[in-house]
């Protein structure tokens, strides 16, 4: 069992950055692939950003390409999302996931079986 805890969420302004944090639980984590994923008021949850057990393979949705950085650190069993040039349509619950489901794709919800709570993001322009 892998617990997830999500921090760093927040009220800011057009333009700024947030620097988000996952905390997990658990001997397992360097083992597990991770993403970040979220959901705006009235839409479906989308893919963020996924980086691989190493670190080595990082994937990003081209909404945020160029703006948000994900990294790992191992040692410390915590996955990172650092988000700039924040904007309004960045507005949105942050979920932190685990890869447990081979078959799907990386950016595919169903792959995560593990989540985190969420941490609320919001951009005012």
């Known amino acids: 069992q892998v617990q997830l805890v999500e921090s760093g969420g927040g009220l800011v302004q057009a333009g700024d950055s947030l620097r988000l944090s996952c905390a997990t639980s658990g001997r397992t984590f360097s083992t597990y692939a991770m993403g970040w994923f979220r959901q705006a008021p009235g839409k479906e949850r989308e893919f963020v950003a996924h980086i691989s057990w190493s670190g080595g393979r990082t994937y990003y949705a081209d909404s945020v390409k160029g703006r948000f950085t994900i990294s790992r650190d191992n040692t410390k069993a915590t996955v990172y999302l650092q988000m700039n040039s924040l904007n309004s349509e960045d507005t949105a619950v942050y979920y932190c996931?685990?890869?447990?489901?081979?078959?799907?794709?990386?950016?595919?919800?169903?792959?995560?079986?593990?989540w985190g709570q969420g941490t609320q993001v919001t951009v005012s322009s």
């Open positions: 996931a685990a890869k447990t489901n081979g078959p799907y794709m990386y950016y595919d919800s169903r792959a995560f079986g593990y």
